[in-house]
C-alpha cells in the first residue's frame, strides 16, 4: 500500500517558470490537501478537495491553482514561480465519515522547490 | 497571528527519561488536537490524538494532556527512545472546517 505518492521530490526552478507538482494517494480518500512548509514555521494549507471536481482555497492559495478530476490525483500547479515559493510542499489525504481515524491526516513525503 | 504555538524549537532528553513537548492555542473554537512526528526527508506521521471532550489520552509510550482553560497541551514519551528524535508538530481543528492549524515544531534529541 503506497499511501500518498508525491512527485518530484525535489526540483529548481527558474523565476517565472511553471510547474506542476503531482500527487496520488491509494486510500480511497475523499479529501486532500497541498501544504507548504517554510523553515521554522508550521505546514500553512494552499489548497483541499472533499471530492472530485470540488476544490477550495485555503490559508495561503496565491499564486498555486489545483484541480481535482480524479479521487486518486490532486496536482498542484504553479504559474509564474516567484523566489517567495520556494518551500516544501505536502500533499496530505484524509478518510471521511465517522469511523475512527477520520481526522487524522496521511501525508507524502514531500517535494523540495527551490525558485532562483 | 500564529494560533498554535510551540514555543521549544528544540529539546533534549537522556534516552529512558521522560520527554515533554508543550504546545499552546489561541482559538478557544479549537476542538480537536493531533500530535504529528517528522523525520528529515519524510512526510508528517500521525501519532496521537486528542478531543476536546477529554483531558488525556493514552497510546502505549506515549500521552497527550489537554488543559482547555490554559489552551494547552503537551505530549508526554515515556520512557524516551532515540528512534524518538524527530522534529514533533502539534495541530489543531475547529469542527467542520478543512484547516488543520500547525504549530512551527520542536525538534527532540533523545542521547543514549
Known amino acids: 500500500n503506497a499511501g500518498v505518492t508525491q512527485t518530484p521530490k525535489f526540483r529548481i526552478l527558474k523565476i517565472g517558470q511553471s510547474m506542476t507538482l503531482q500527487c496520488t494517494q491509494d486510500?480511497?480518500?475523499?479529501?486532500m490537501y497541498w501544504y507548504r512548509q517554510d523553515p521554522g514555521m508550521g505546514l500553512k494549507l494552499i489548497y483541499y478537495?472533499?471530492?472530485?471536481?470540488?476544490?477550495d482555497k485555503g490559508e495561503v492559495p496565491n499564486g498555486y491553482n489545483v484541480s481535482r478530476s480524479t479521487t486518486e490525483d490532486f496536482p498542484l500547479r504553479l504559474e509564474l514561480a516567484a523566489p517567495s515559493q520556494t518551500s516544501v510542499y505536502f500533499c496530505?489525504?484524509?478518510?471521511?465519515?465517522?469511523?475512527?481515524?477520520?481526522?487524522?491526516?496521511?501525508f507524502g513525503a514531500g517535494s523540495r522547490l527551490t525558485v532562483l | 497571528d500564529q494560533q498554535v504555538k510551540q514555543n521549544s524549537p528544540s529539546l533534549s532528553v537522556q534516552e529512558g527519561r521522560i520527554s515533554i513537548l508543550n504546545c499552546d492555542y489561541t482559538?478557544?473554537?479549537?476542538?480537536?488536537f493531533l500530535w504529528y512526528k517528522k523525520y528529515p526527508a519524510e512526510g508528517p506521521t500521525f501519532l496521537i490524538s486528542?478531543?476536546?471532550?477529554?483531558d488525556k489520552n493514552e497510546d502505549g509510550r506515549f500521552t497527550v494532556f489537554l488543559n482547555k482553560s490554559a489552551k494547552h497541551l503537551s505530549l508526554h514519551i515515556v520512557p524516551s527512545q532515540p528512534g524518538d528524535s524527530a522534529v514533533y508538530f502539534c495541530?489543531?481543528?475547529?469542527?467542520?472546517?478543512?484547516?488543520?492549524?500547525f504549530g512551527p515544531g520542536t525538534r527532540l534529541s533523545v542521547l543514549p
Open positions: 496530505a489525504s484524509r478518510r471521511t465519515g465517522g469511523a475512527s481515524g477520520a481526522n487524522v491526516l496521511t
Open positions: 482559538n478557544s473554537m479549537f476542538d480537536y
Open positions: 486510500m480511497n480518500h475523499n479529501y
Open positions: 495541530a489543531a481543528l475547529r469542527g467542520l472546517s478543512q484547516n488543520f492549524v
Open positions: 486528542i478531543s476536546s471532550i477529554k
Open positions: 478537495s472533499v471530492g472530485a471536481g470540488i476544490t
